[in-house]
């Protein structure tokens, strides 16, 4: 018996080494600066800094005035927050929102040339409702929107980490 869970936990170990699991390694970016034009000290902004600033290796500017240190430039054209009614009771009362969350922007070298394309990130969650949790749905709403969020700056770092050579 005892031989045998040994083997079984062998087994296991083998397959686990197997199966090509491995840590997130850090991005290694095509450029070592970036020019990005969201607001510094909006959430977007510092999450955005602090996601492509992780591996150490890539200097995130967003005075205007350094511009010409930068070798790409991350234009964000905005973030734009919907809420909209997808459910009511039979009284008319809100049961259910959906929460959407628009993001465009494009990367291109300072002389112009598009690396990436204008890209539009979509994210979007459901969200049940109830009078008598008001505050608690609020608090809710504001963490959604905070998750999706976080999933387009991670979308954004991998899409700028997959940029070749400019």
């Known amino acids: 018996m005892r031989r045998l869970s040994l083997w079984l936990s062998c087994a296991a170990l083998l397959a686990l080494a197997g199966c090509g699991f491995g840590l997130r390694q850090p991005a290694n970016y095509a450029f070592s600066t970036i020019y990005s034009s969201v607001a510094p000290t909006s959430p977007l902004g510092i999450e955005l800094q602090r996601q492509l600033q992780a591996g150490g290796q890539l200097r995130y500017i967003t005075d205007a005035a350094q511009i010409k240190e930068a070798e790409v430039l991350l234009d964000v054209f905005g973030e734009r927050r919907t809420k909209t009614v997808v459910g009511v009771s039979a009284t008319g ?13 494009r990367l291109r070298t300072p002389l112009g040339k598009e ?17 008598a949790f008001a505050l608690s749905k609020e608090v809710e709403e504001a963490m959604l929107y905070r998750n999706m969020q976080s999933d387009m700056v991670q979308q954004i770092a991998r899409r700028l980490a997959a940029v070749q050579k400019l």
């Open 115 to 131: 690396l990436i394309p204008e890209t539009e990130l979509v994210q979007q969650r459901t969200m049940s409702y109830s009078e």
């Open 93 to 105: 009362q809100v049961r259910e929102f959906q929460l959407r969350l628009n993001l465009k922007f």
